[in-house]
């Protein structure tokens, strides 16, 4: 059936627009948009009444883990799409640190399978850069990328060699592949389970410098400049590495960069109570890292906002804090946490839809999400004034590990789209 999106106001930042107008979805593409007053009384068009909401391209994550195969008892690809469709995402680029690593085809396509029998949202798996994400030899991402790997990561462990990155990036410049790096040297972060800094020392928690994502930043930028590769950086948390970025992208580099929700609204002082709901990698950080996180989220220097989604059973979580897992459970927040910026003013509405729509597409290569006649019907309503306290219970995810549980946020997902059929209606 066709489905007619009444009276919404249109987001669409390739087609730079922003009026209220309506969207004629039909045979899972955009088929009309404009004023479709002619279709109102039609009987063969179901007609949703999006008036005094947002309509934006389907938003789309980067960076999430949905630990399957291997660990779903945090999570699977049914329960964690269902959470996606939630946020108001339509496609999510899953993470292979996953047992086994996705590290050749046969994982990648049972992804895809499962996806295709369970998933609420499109499901694009990233490759493994090195085989079980050891670190040492590269997996054969050619093959892989046939499978439908378009990005390769051995995110959750860095490749702490320069020679295998390196090899990787040339190996992935070939097929025309993103490398993405999770920028941590391992020597310098070892044991530590927060930010180094003030509130580790009052707490007694072993730290995590700053430089141990700062030098690896510098190091995979003057890889990328050395081989030319397609270089995108994951979960990016510090002043310095906002700076290297910035000045990496000045001189011409091809890189790309994201960073989280939780890197611009919670800093290190959160740790406080050892609520180990607020234990991520790259941890929470310092106010100073935080504004300059924004800072670059404004000036165009961090592309992306990802979530990095990263689900764990209760128990796990329910220890002390040395010994619990770094994660947050991110897709369902998302969104409302981004709006904040709006609210204060930082970004615009349309800067923080192509930061969450446009950009992803752009920094792996793959087409760019559109709200115009012919495109694919990816499509989120949102409603910017809806005012919701976050209840853990009521999480899609079977991981309720989120660092916002009784937070009071403005603006939510009310309905999503993927392919011309509905996914999520609030």
């Known amino acids: ?45 179901e007609i949703y009444d999006a008036s005094g909401k947002a309509v934006t391209p389907g938003l789309i994550d980067i960076h999430a883990h949905l630990r399957e195969p291997g660990f779903e008892y945090k999570e699977d690809i049914a329960s964690g799409t269902r959470a996606a469709a939630a946020g108001g995402f339509t496609t999510v680029f899953c993470m292979p640190n996953t047992n086994p690593v996705n590290d050749n085809r046969a994982v990648t396509e049972y992804i895809l399978k499962q996806a295709a029998e369970s998933g609420a949202c499109r499901v694009i798996p990233i490759g493994a850069i090195t085989k079980g994400s050891l670190g040492a030899l590269l997996t054969e991402m050619g093959d892989m990328s046939e499978a439908g790997c378009p990005a390769f990561s051995d995110d959750g462990k860095p490749v702490a060699s320069s020679e295998v990155m390196r090899r990787a990036l040339e190996y992935a410049k070939t097929f025309g592949l993103t490398i993405i790096s999770h920028c941590e040297d391992p020597a310098l972060s070892a044991g530590g389970v927060m930010n180094e800094g003030a509130v580790s020392t009052r707490l007694g928690l072993k730290g995590i410098p700053s430089a141990a994502e700062d030098v690896m930043v510098a190091r995979d930028i003057e890889l990328a400049k050395l081989t030319g590769g397609r270089l995108h950086l994951a979960h990016v948390s510090t002043a310095g590495s906002v700076g290297h970025v910035r000045r990496a992208k000045a001189a011409g580099v091809s890189v790309t960069a994201e960073t989280c929700p939780h890197y611009f609204t919670l800093t290190d002082e959160a740790v406080s109570a050892y609520n180990t709901n607020f234990k991520v990698n790259p941890p929470l950080r310092t106010a100073a890292d935080m504004e300059a996180v924004i800072s670059g989220l404004a000036d165009g220097t961090l592309d992306v906002i990802a979530t990095d989604h990263a689900p764990h059973a209760a128990s796990e979580k329910a220890v002390e804090f040395d010994l619990a897992p770094f994660g947050i459970s991110g897709f369902e927040t998302a969104l409302a946490l981004s709006l904040r910026l709006v609210e204060t003013g930082r970004l615009s509405l349309k800067e923080v839809i192509e930061k969450l729509t446009v950009n992803p597409a752009k920094a792996l290569g793959m087409a760019v999400p559109s709200l115009a006649p012919g495109a694919r019907a990816d499509v989120t309503v949102i409603d910017l004034g809806l005012v919701r306290t976050f209840d853990p219970a009521d999480m899609l995810s079977k991981g309720k590990n989120t660092a916002y549980a009784g937070m009071t946020l403005t603006g939510w997902p009310v309905a999503v789209m993927c392919g011309g059929a509905w996914t999520f209606k609030a």
């Open 1 to 45: 059936m066709s489905i007619l999106l009444k009276g919404g106001r249109v987001i669409d930042p390739v087609s730079n627009i922003d009026k209220v107008m309506d969207i004629l979805v039909e045979g899972g593409v955009i088929a009309e948009a404009g004023d479709l007053s002619k279709y109102y009384k039609s009987k063969d068009i």
